[in-house]
């Protein structure tokens, strides 16, 4: 049975920086799809960050590249979202989700769902 489980999410002031983890169990980490999504308020589903850690696939959404960055202990079968320079728009429900087909692309039904984390940035 595969379970994600997503923690980290908080209240902070724009320019400030999160991390988010995501524990994950129940299959091959390293050869697995592992990414974060996010959703806010009357807005649609976003992909913002993926890995592969076995193939070193990492993909980010244009929206946070160069602030948040994606990386993985293979150790502790956790994935980690450093998002640094946030701003309000960065406000969201964050979710990280699993697919057993080790590719990165946001065309890619994700299989998996842990429950979300609230990212509340303030102006």
């Not at 996010?38 to 993926?50: I, L, S």
């Not at 309000?88 to 699993?98: G, I, K, L, Q």
Request: contains cysteine; glycine residues 10%.
């Amino acid at each position: 049975d595969v379970q994600l489980q997503a923690f980290g999410g908080g209240l902070v002031q724009a320019g400030g920086s999160l991390r988010l983890s995501c524990a994950v169990s129940g299959l091959t980490f390293g050869n697995s799809a592992i990414a974060w999504f996010r959703q806010a308020p009357g807005k649609e589903r976003e992909g913002v960050a993926c890995i592969v850690s076995d193939n070193n696939d990492i993909v980010y959404s244009d929206s946070v590249k160069g602030r948040f960055t994606i990386a993985s202990d293979n150790a502790k079968n956790t994935v980690y979202l450093q998002m640094n320079s946030l701003k309000s728009e960065d406000t969201a429900v964050y979710y990280c989700a699993a697919d057993r087909v080790p590719l990165c692309s946001w065309h890619v039904k994700f299989d998996h769902w842990g429950q979300g984390t609230q990212v509340t940035v303030s102006s």
